[in-house]
């Protein structure tokens, strides 16, 4: 069973920085692509970022490209989003996701977490 848990959300004024990470358990991830998603109020969710867990191969939305890096720690088992140059728009409750693959992907996603709240002030 694959468990997804969020952390690191929290309230940061604009321009600063925030880090969110995604502890990943119930199997070995390295053939499967990781991605983080967000959602705002009255909007749908929409692709922030992904990375193949194996290959390291990264994919960035063009809203967050420069700003924001995804990463992974294999030995923690752990995905990170590292923002900085937050903006109000980035306000939302960002989501961990996980799909079986091979490459990196925006799409297909049928794991998912609980998400975490990031708020970012004016």
Known sequence: QVQLVESGGGLVQTGGSLRLSCAASGRTFSSYAMGWFRQ?????????????????????????????????????????????????????VYYCAARLSAVVRATGYNYWGQGTQVTVSS
């Open 40 to 92: 705002a109020p009255g909007k749908e969710r929409e692709f922030v970022a992904a990375i193949q867990w194996n290959s390291g191969s990264t994919l960035y939305a063009d809203s967050v490209k420069g700003r924001f890096t995804i990463s992974r720690d294999n030995a923690k088992n752990t995905v990170n989003l590292q923002m900085s140059s937050l903006k109000p728009e980035d306000t939302a």
